[in-house]
Structure formats: C-alpha cells, structure tokens
C-alpha cells in the first residue's frame, strides 16, 4: 500500500491575524493535490482563528505540546486542551527547541507518547548538526533520537518522522536529493530493524530544511521521501506549489 503524501507548514513564530487569514484564504481557494494530507503549524495564540476558518480536509497541529495532562506548567499547552480545540496534530523535537530551549531526546520522547496515548498525530522533527554530519555521525544521531522514542512506543502509526539536518533548517541550504534519499532510506531500515518491517513500510518519512518550489519535485520522486516540513516557505503562495509537486510528475 503506498504510503500517502503528507505536507506540513510550520509558521514558527511568524505571523499577525491579517497576514494569517491571508494565508488561510490562499489555502482555501487554492486547487490542491486531494492525494496529499496538508497540515499546519500556526503560533499557539491563533490556533484558534484558523481551525476556525480554515477549510475542512486541512488539519491544524500545535508547534508544541508538554507531556502531563494539566497543573502548574506556565506557558505550555496540553494535549487535552488541544483535542478539544480540534487541533489533531503537534510537532514534537523541532531542533529550534531541541538547541535553543535545551529538549533533550527523552523529554521529547515523553511529549511523542502523551500526545499519542491523547489521540495526536504527532510530526516527530529528527536531524543532525552540521559538525555532526562532517564527523559521520549522521545515522548514529538520528537513530539515538528515533530510538528514545521507541523505547516508550509501540504504535507508530500516527507518528509522521520528519528528517530536518539543522544545518539546513532557514539557512538557504538544501540535502541534495542523494543525501536526503540516503538518510531517509536508513531511518526506513532502522525502523524494519528496531520497530517492524510493517512500521518501516507505513511510516512516511518527510523532509524539511529549505523546502522551496524549487527543489521540491526532484526531492518528492525519491522513493523514501513521503512530503515536506516547510519552514519559511509556508508563508508564501509557494507552498501550494510545494503541496502540489508530485502533480505531473
């Protein structure tokens, strides 16, 4: 069964109730690939506002989510609180929150697995630094980040991995298509090897860093590659043409 597309915008922490709703209506008058599943990442504070305004067949997810149900956690948001919002998705171990705001892989681990056991998709972000990739380390990293996870979960089945090098997340630079497809093919075989040969057939494998209309086709031909997590260009009118880049090809 082939796995089906998947194309995820995340604002970051971008955006105003004007250039928001300018993005929904682009999003709602636009043709879009029916075969490909299109979520979005607004900051917390209009979560709302889209859910609200956005067409249905686009899902909304949370750039955060935190890993217990309620209490005295200022600043965080639950998982309950997004199920009933109708928030369906949340993006967990971003590297801008893995670096900045110090989330270790356990901490993201535990947020992975309360977010599932509440009913979330989760978009699991994984990549490896630009020291890390010259000194061969790209597989060991990603692999010890993918197997935190799997040490507290089983189902992978809402789990969308989305392979992010932070070296190229907003700087401009882009995995070539080979490098993408080689650490992609590897997070497969370490799923088959770790977690289930079912797991590795169903899971789609995104790739996000410097996502453009650009290189977005001749990275959605590669076979391991199954969507996008795009950053900046979400933004723009160019993310229908990245949602739509496997038409015609």
């Known amino acids: 069964m082939a796995r089906r597309f998947f194309v995820g915008g995340?604002?970051?922490?971008?955006?105003?109730?004007?250039?928001?709703?300018?993005?929904?209506?682009?999003?709602?008058?636009a043709k879009l690939d029916p075969d490909v599943?299109?979520?979005?990442?607004?900051?917390?504070?209009?979560?709302l506002l889209v859910r609200e305004h956005l067409r249905k067949g686009i899902q909304v997810a949370a750039q955060n989510v935190f890993d217990k149900p309620n209490g005295a956690f200022t600043g965080e948001?639950?998982?309950a609180q997004l199920e009933e919002s109708d928030i369906t998705w949340a993006l967990v171990g971003h590297s801008e929150r893995r670096v900045i705001?110090?989330?270790?892989?356990n901490?993201?681990?535990s947020k992975t697995k309360a977010a599932l056991?509440?009913?979330l998709g989760v978009v699991l972000c994984i990549g490896e630094s630009l020291?890390?990739?010259?000194?061969?380390?790209?597989i060991e990293v990603v692999t010890s980040q993918l197997q935190a996870v799997a040490d507290r979960v089983k189902d992978w089945s809402k789990i969308v991995i989305a392979y992010e090098p932070i070296w190229a997340i907003g700087t401009g630079k882009v995995a070539t298509t080979e490098q993408a497809q080689e650490v992609h093919s590897a997070i497969r075989s370490?799923?088959?090897d770790k977690v289930s040969k079912e797991t590795s057939d169903t899971t789609r494998i995104i790739y996000g860093g410097s996502v453009s209309e650009t290189n977005c086709r001749e990275l959605a031909k590669q076979k391991d590659i199954d969507g996008f997590l795009v950053g900046g260009a979400s933004l723009k009118p160019a993310f229908v043409d990245i949602i739509n880049s496997r038409q015609g090809a």
């Open 131 to 138: 020291e890390q990739r010259e000194a061969g380390k790209t």
């Open 10 to 29: 995340n604002f970051k922490m971008n955006g105003s109730v004007q250039t928001i709703m300018n993005i929904i209506h682009r999003l709602n008058e």
């Open 37 to 47: 599943d299109v979520v979005i990442a607004p900051p917390s504070l209009y979560l």
């Open 190 to 192: 370490w799923l088959a």
């Open 107 to 109: 901490f993201v681990a």
């Open 117 to 119: 056991d509440g009913g």
């Open 77 to 79: 948001i639950s998982v």
């Open 101 to 105: 705001l110090q989330e270790d892989d």
